[in-house]
């Protein structure tokens, strides 16, 4: 089994930089792949990118954050990071990350609000 969860959340200005945790507890030599999602409000949940737990590798960012946004991980300290500058109120959404195991099992973080806004 494993556990995510994420930090770093909260209220920042257009243009401001910040940076999410997400936790990795449990079995986590079993992930294979961790990524991030967000679901601003009255919309479907968006897949932001995703990084290959292994080698570090991060992929697959969303146009919309393409230069912007940056997923690394540490595996020592279990932990995958979404760095966020030139932050826009578009950006406004919860955040989550997810975790993909080598049988395809799925886990979810609790998600984590980040608001951008004047």
């Known amino acids: 089994q494993v556990h995510l969860q994420e930090l770093g959340g909260g209220l920042v200005q257009p243009g401001d930089s910040l940076t999410l945790s997400c936790l990795v507890a449990g079995q986590s030599f079993s992930v294979i792949v961790m990524a991030w999602f967000r679901q601003g409000p009255a919309a479907e949940r968006e897949f932001v990118g995703a990084?290959?737990?292994?080698?570090?590798?991060?992929?697959g960012y969303v146009d919309s954050v393409k230069g912007r946004f940056t997923i690394s991980r540490n595996s020592a300290k279990n932990t995958m990071y979404l760095q966020m500058n030139s932050l826009k109120p578009e950006d406004t959404a919860v955040y989550y990350c997810r975790g993909l195991g080598r049988y395809d099992d799925v886990y979810w973080g609790q998600g984590t609000q980040v608001t951008v806004s004047t």
């Open positions: 990084i290959t737990w292994s080698d570090g590798t991060a992929f």
